[in-house]
């Protein structure tokens, strides 16, 4: 009976009841009460569901990145991806999406060239700070459900690389992308593309469909030959599918009390796997829950 | 021609050329001189053949885990690993492999119980700083090629848990694993995990024969039937194998100048993809340069 835990919960401690239970970040996201979760707009998920059936859930995140993800919406629906495809997956690095060098024009409601929005003002982000030294930034931490970091000084807040961020692809600066083609991060967070790309969210389901796709052998993980590439079926907001197929998705609220103990507990495991808390976390470390609703 | 870089080389590089040429983190590995490097010794090597034809390629650290790495080199010489297979994959976190829940007997030379190799001493370690903050440790850097924290004040060094990084599979505390059951991070750097287990190595060569394995779905990534395990044809030292047929690898010197520049330009990207250095960079961000020798 020789096997890895690694994480254990509750529900798979077997054998004698400990002496106590002390919580693990899990089971303060599984007791969480209903007033520390808060709703996802419909209009912020969009959803890719690719031609062998697999879906992906992505959060959009207007608040930082607005005319981007307001370029998103308008490519997803005037149909700009149909026939899109994943044609690159670098391992330890990125999935990537679109139409991959073409020359379809942009339709209606598209910002041919947006501004860079690798950074926005810190004013109206309510931060719950990391409480860790991070290496890429002043500060670091949590607003409004999304990983960011901050400089309290210079005023400005970025939304960073973690696994899962979605950032949008763009050629050599000052080129800054438009929205068709986008990434999501599969290997551990890129934090050095922070605040000179744009990210534009996070993939909140089903990463694991891009995540286990077979890596691209030419530079950079493209796929070397079109019949590799990943066909996607379509990519749609859920707020334009049918009411009765709307998927609906949940974030804890980061200014709650409970994501406050969450927090300290990815800081601090002291449950029963673990000898030597950290008392410290990498902000890609502390994945901010989401729940799928019924 | 809209494509995504997100890293350019210059052989990438196309139209105009550009006014000057700044070096790139893989510019300096390219170009690094032949005393940047050192061979990795074959009886560090362990080769894992999937019976799929996949191969991923493990540099074993006996400095710092000697008991567990005589125990993974006397699993490996004695035939322990016949039929074992890789039966957990669970995403942004670990793929595991072994025999599972087995009441196979250890073979000659296998310590049964190891002490906690979860940190060592300091001494005796050439360290490299990174030079930036770390969130799980006073110290973090590089020691005769490894990423390593440390507490120049306690003393201890420890191997820590980044991509790749492989480890020793135990249940709860105080088992501390035998070597039977290993784990490689195929997500980001799990560093909560750093001295509270065993790790001893790396993946050097093929980490994606485990990190597109598909995802298994019961509680904690373990595959729901026998079924879907991956099996693995074995499991043998480079130094067991016939001379013709072992794989050589080299490690950057991490002591060597060609690493301080390579890790300085790591914390410092200034090539023309990027418009904001960080200037400062994740200890897991920062790979180890290996090559493998024809």
Redesign the interface.
């Known amino acids: ?9 509750a ?3 077997v054998g004698a009841a400990p002496a106590k239970k002390l919580l693990t970040p899990s089971d303060v996201v599984a007791g969480a009460p209903a007033g520390a979760w808060k709703a996802i707009a419909a209009e912020d998920l969009m959803v890719v569901d690719l031609a062998n059936g697999g879906r992906v859930v992505i959060q959009l995140a207007p608040e930082f990145a607005p005319v981007h993800v307001a370029n998103i919406r308008a490519l997803a629906r005037n149909g700009y991806w149909n026939g899109a495809t994943v044609y ?1 997956v670098q ?4 999935a ?1 999406w ?6 379809k024009p942009w339709p209606a409601g598209v910002t041919a060239k947006p501004p ?1 929005e ?1 950074t926005r003002s810190l004013k109206g982000l309510r931060i719950t700070p ?1 409480g ?6 002043p500060g670091a931490g949590f607003a409004d459900g999304w990983p960011v970091a901050y400089s309290a000084k210079a005023g400005w807040a970025d939304l960073v690389h ?3 961020s979605v950032g ?7 080129d800054t ?2 929205g ?2 986008l ?1 999501a991060v599969i ?11 744009a990210v534009v969210g996070r993939v909140i389901d089903g ?2 469909r891009f ?5 691209g052998t030419e ?2 993980g493209f796929y070397k030959d079109k019949a590799q590439y990943v066909p996607i079926a379509s990519i749609r907001l859920a707020s334009d599918m049918p009411a009765g197929q709307q998927p609906s998705y949940e974030a804890m609220d980061t200014g709650s009390a409970t994501f406050a103990q969450y927090l300290k507990l ?1 800081a601090n ?1 002291h449950d ?5 808390p ?1 008392g ?3 902000l ?2 502390v994945q901010v829950p989401v729940r799928k609703k019924a």
């Open positions: 009976m020789r096997s890895l835990l690694l994480v254990t919960t529900a798979l401690m690159r391992d330890n690095y990125v990537q679109g139409l991959n060098e073409s020359d860079a690798y990391l860790s030294a991070d290496p890429y930034a973690c696994y899962g949008v692809g763009r050629d050599l600066s000052p992308g438009t068709g083609e990434y290997g551990h967070g890129p934090r050095q593309l922070d605040r000179n790309i990463i694991d995540s286990t796709l077979p890596r530079a950079l990815r495991r029963d796997f673990y000898i030597r950290a410290g976390v990498d890609c470390n």
